[in-house]
């Protein structure tokens, strides 16, 4: 055959079109050796299969053939051995389908018909040999539009990723078929249908495969040791490849319900039959022909990779996944989707492998996870990665460990990130503002190119692999772009390459920077920090408490990671740091808790500034810290604490109400909120103290923890006893008001501070379910009080306090405001007392109104004189105090920082009175400016209060008093405040009080 083509119009009666346009390509490629040989042998075949030549007429078919010729010459080979797929109509064995593989080219996008429309009628052997004709066909016709540029390589990937998606399908279903006719149709013991599936894994899994790929499959079945039944008839399954998976399995289940399957048992167990359907599924599409193969599978992602059972159970990997799976298995799970048997079957184990993938927090152990795996793959591989356009550095591989290592650390919390495709996973970072938009298109851009690489590279011999050729020519053949000179273009076309591995590399480095490269430390390391950092006479009992905390995680899973994060954090100065307290015990505490969670440890590892700010709540903490050793998950929710201010509270709990699906978990993720937030607060405490803010927010967070669990209460109520007269629905709380207190109504709240809580409803009537209001929004503050106090492993919300309700300890809970009415006329001096720092905190707000107008109108009808509020108010403080003396003993040695005329107390009680007398005569009840003499003894009183805040922090059972001890053993107590300069203080506060009040007393209007 002459290697020129000018004889082909007359020896194969070529189209001129056909002709001409097979001149330009082959000149455009500079008339490559043996090419024209190649595409005349292919002719010569065509021609002795009588097909005449028509479908060259059209000029695209023709470039799209010496293009497949050149870049893809397997291709032309499998084209030459079944010439009739270039008909433009079917040929005498119908192989083409309809249409020839290179014929209408400028259609839209998709695939040719599967030939078959009975598959399971099929011997095994015809069978392989249609899907290969099929595959092989669709692939020519997908090369032939790559090649001349009408589909992007996106959209090829989606399409090869649908040829064998079609495989497979017709495969398993083929499989099940033939063995559900010898053996019959698989059951449960509770006899239903035992469902299987097929899951693809990696690139088919995402959708995107690769043009020479092999396909990572998990088979999976509901099976157990229930023996099939026998069919009562062979029945008659189409498998047509284009119906529907959930038809086609339905008819199965049709055919199971309606007794098919009621014969004797089987040969095989319904596992049996499972394992034996995987087996055959992989050698239909893996066995290799003469007319090729399907598609190599590699199954080695099931559990247990190659010792373990070829097709598991939905219960097996159920307890597999929850005690074994590694992290590894978390970034290949990201893929999975199911491919072909029982739809909802494939749902379940989506469903099932879930919160395994993906965590509800910010998961930094899948950053270090799949740092691992590539320094492992760096490290397997490195001496041949330079030219491997997936392994080496700035590759594919990079590329999707990018991606995947975004989707498993934020997938958790943003449900719209749990997609298999790259694309689309880029796409939805870009969209939750993850990545930012130029980013994510240079990401997608750089990765198509590299992918469109590989492709060239695997279609020249259908060959699985990624290397970039070193021979001249090679490079030319899988870099050529068809348009004439490339070859002076190719440097260029080199450097974009280049360019695009570059900018990978670099992204992946700042994601993964310190992880997974560095080994393990040597003892000698940590052990020397210990005995340099720590004094001589703790030295052993550290060394004996870390030797065994290593010997225990060496035992467990993910240990050795943890080991070495333990061993590298040990070696941190600030661990050995000593303020108040030292912090090094409680940091040991906090590892042992820890145990082998290697995704804690890895955030440590990963954010060095948290170490310093575990150190300080050890260090200055006191008893605060003890919520954060016990509970070191928190930790899993440091940056999102560090970024959220005060406003967000409510929305991080209001969130609750619609996740919770009981009153345990609704108990249990409020108590997890509010800890994570109390935190927060204690870290602005210690660093700004002087600030005194973090009060205000803890009473911002005592509202929100109020008002969601009144929230919860009252749809509980609803939902059990019927909406309250006058109430439209459940959403919103009607005719109930929950008001605040003491210090938590004048948003002065201390960390130990337990809340001072009034009821109130607005009138008696009936619910829908026939429940008086009295009963209905008594059982709502019940159950109000029962969740802020019930106890779990956070131990409880909230202490309540309930000496300042109005109507005493042991009054009605919660009153109407017709109650509150007739008691404000009878009310003592001190129940207005009480009410001078009462504020709505929730529910309905226009009742809380109306009673704190209620209380004003009626203090103002008291007509009690100044002197005779004064003196009531200074005869309860002086009750008070002498009610909460010291004990004898220590009389004399304490100071008694809040029950005492000099103490919080005393200024509060002055302070009251001012108000009440302010208020007595004229105004709303709202707080009076400040007299001058309250205004000048308010520093002494929040030194105080400070003083008496910080104690409570160190101090086991403290009854708001300072001993001399406490000075002396407390660094943050001693560096702050004197004993005797507090002494002091509260004796002369003591006596401007006294003075205060006399004033108050003989005063006139």
Same mark, same amino acid.
């Given at each position: ?98 249409? +020839? ?51 992007? /390589? ?15 399908? #017709? ?138 059972? #070829? ?29 072909? +048997? ?74 719209? #990130? ?21 980013? =994510? ?45 490339? $070859? ?8 974009? #390459?280049?360019?695009?591995? *570059? !900018? /990978? ?96 440890? /890895?955030?440590?590892? =990963? ?117 309250? *007269? ?59 009080? /029962? ?69 004003? !109108?009626?203090?103002?009808? $008291? ?19 002498? *009610? ?18 000099? =103490? ?30 309250? $205004? ?70």
């Amino acid at each position: 055959m002459t290697a020129h083509p000018e004889p082909w119009t007359a020896r194969f009666r070529l189209p001129p079109s056909g002709q001409q346009a097979l001149d330009g390509q082959l000149a455009a490629l500079e008339q490559p050796p043996g090419l024209a040989d190649a595409i005349g042998h292919l002719l010569e075949r065509a021609q002795e299969a009588g097909v005449a030549p028509a479908w060259l007429a059209e000029p695209a078919a023709a470039r799209a053939l010496v293009r497949i010729g050149y870049a893809a010459p397997f291709l032309l080979r499998r084209l030459a051995a079944r010439p009739h797929a270039l008909a433009a109509q079917a040929g005498a064995e119908g192989e083409s389908g309809g249409g +020839g593989v290179l014929a209408g080219l400028g259609a839209a996008a998709g695939l040719l018909p599967f030939p078959p429309d009975a598959a399971p009628e099929l011997d095994e052997g015809e069978l392989m040999r249609r899907m290969r004709g099929w595959k092989y066909d669709n692939f020519a016709r997908l090369t032939a539009l790559a090649l001349l540029g009408r589909h992007d /390589t996106r959209l090829t990937c989606a399409l090869l990723s649908q040829v064998a998606d079609g495989l497979i399908r #017709l495969a398993w279903r083929h499989a099940f078929a033939g063995l559900a006719a010898g053996y019959g149709l698989p059951r449960t013991a509770a006899g239903a249908l035992a469902g299987g599936t097929v899951i693809a894994m990696g690139k088919l899994g995402a959708g995107e495969l690769n043009y020479a790929s092999d396909i990572d499959l998990i088979f999976i079945h509901e099976g157990d040791d229930t023996p099939c039944r026998r069919l009562a008839a062979a029945p008659a399954v189409p498998g047509a490849l284009g119906e529907d998976d959930t038809v086609w399995w339905a008819r199965w289940e049709q055919l199971h319900a309606g007794g098919a399957s009621a014969g004797e048992p089987g040969t095989y167990s319904s596992a049996e039959f499972h394992q034996r359907l995987a087996r055959q599924v992989v050698r239909l599409l893996g066995a290799e022909t003469g007319e090729g193969i399907g598609f190599r599978v590699d199954v080695d992602l099931r559990p247990q990779g190659r010792s373990g059972l #070829l097709a598991p159970s939905l219960a097996f990997l159920r307890d597999y996944y929850l005690v074994h799976g590694r992290e590894w298995e978390r970034t290949a799970m990201l893929k999975a989707r199911p491919v072909g +048997g029982s739809p909802a079957l494939g749902e379940r184990f989506r469903e099932l492998i879930r919160p395994f993938v993906y965590r509800r927090y910010l998961d930094y152990s899948a950053l270090e996870g799949i740092a691992i795996v590539k320094h492992d793959i760096n490290r397997t591989h490195r001496a041949a990665l330079a030219r491997n356009l997936k392994l080496g550095e700035g590759g594919i591989r990079e590329n999707e460990f990018f991606v995947q290592a975004l989707q498993l650390l934020y997938g958790g919390r943003k449900p719209e #990130l749990q997609v298999s495709s790259h694309g689309a996973a880029v796409e939805r970072l870009v969209a939750a503002g993850i990545v930012a938009a130029q980013d =994510g298109a240079t990401q997608l851009a750089d990765y198509w190119l590299l992918r469109e690489v590989e492709n060239r590279v695997q279609m020249v011999g259908e060959v699985q692999t990624q290397d970039l050729p070193e021979d001249p020519a090679e490079r030319l053949r899988v870099l050529h772009d068809f348009a004439p000179g490339f $070859r002076e273009r190719l440097p260029q076309a080199l450097a974009r #390459l280049e360019q695009a591995r *570059a !900018r /990978t590399g670099e992204r992946f480095r700042q994601l993964f920077a310190g992880m997974g490269e560095q080994e393990l430390p040597e003892a000698e390391q940590w052990q020397d920090a210990v005995r340099r950092r720590l004094p001589e006479d703790r030295q052993p009992e550290a060394f004996a408490r870390i030797d065994a905390m290593l010997n225990r995680l060496m035992q467990s899973r993910m240990g050795e990671r943890c080991v070495a994060k333990v061993a590298r954090l040990l070696t941190r100065a600030e661990l050995y740091g000593t303020g108040t307290e030292p912090a090094f015990p409680r940091w040991l505490d906090f590892m042992e808790q820890i145990g082998n969670r290697n995704s804690i440890f /890895t955030l440590i590892a =990963g954010n060095p500034s948290i170490v310093g700010w575990i150190s300080t709540i050890f260090r200055e903490g006191g008893i605060h810290a003890q919520r954060l050793i016990r509970h070191p998950e928190f930790l899993e929710s440091y940056f999102s604490l560090a970024s959220a201010g005060p406003e967000s509270f409510g929305e991080r709990f209001a969130a609750l109400l619609e996740t919770a699906r009981d009153d345990e978990e609704f108990i249990l993720e409020v108590q997890v909120a509010r800890s994570q937030a109390l935190i927060q607060i204690l870290t602005e405490y210690l660093n700004h103290p002087e600030r005194r803010r973090h009060r205000a927010l803890l009473a911002e967070l005592a509202d929100a923890t109020v008002d969601v669990c009144t929230r919860y209460a009252w749809r509980t109520m609803v939902r059990r006893f019927g909406l309250p *007269a006058g109430a439209r629905d459940e959403a919103a709380v009607h005719g109930f008001a929950v008001l605040g207190l003491g210090k938590l109504g004048s948003r002065e709240l201390h960390f130990a501070s337990d809340l001072d809580l009034v009821f109130l409803y607005r009138e008696d009537g009936s619910t829908a379910g026939g429940r008086s209001h009295n009963e209905f929004y008594t059982k709502l503050a019940q159950r109000l009080g /029962t969740l802020l106090t019930a106890p779990s492993q956070f131990g409880f919300l909230y202490e309540l306090d309930q000496r300042l309700r109005p109507f005493g300890n042991k009054g009605v809970l919660a009153p109407s405001l017709g109650a509150y009415r007739e008691f404000l006329p009878l009310a003592d001096v001190w129940s207005f007392q009480a009410f001078t720092r009462i504020r709505p905190l929730c529910g309905d707000a226009a009742l809380a109104g109306a009673l704190i107008g209620d209380i004003g !109108r009626a203090w103002r009808t $008291r007509s009690l004189g100044r002197g005779q509020i004064a003196g009531a108010v200074r005869e309860m403080l002086g009750r008070l105090v002498e *009610a909460q003396a010291p004990r004898p003993r220590d009389r004399g040695r304490v100071i008694p920082l809040k029950f005492a005329i000099g =103490g919080m107390i005393g200024f509060e009680f002055l302070r009251q009175a001012h108000f009440l007398i302010e208020r007595s005569a004229e105004g709303d009840w709202t707080p009076p400016p400040d007299h001058d003499t309250i $205004r000048q003894l308010e520093p002494a009183y929040a030194a105080l209060g400070d003083l008496d805040e910080r104690l409570a922090f160190y101090v086991g059972g403290y009854r708001h008093e300072a001993a001399p001890e406490h000075f002396e053993r407390l660094a943050a107590i001693r560096n702050r405040w004197s004993y005797t300069a507090v002494r002091e203080a509260t004796e002369r506060l003591a006596g401007e009080i006294e003075r205060c009040f006399a004033a108050f007393a003989n005063s006139t209007r």
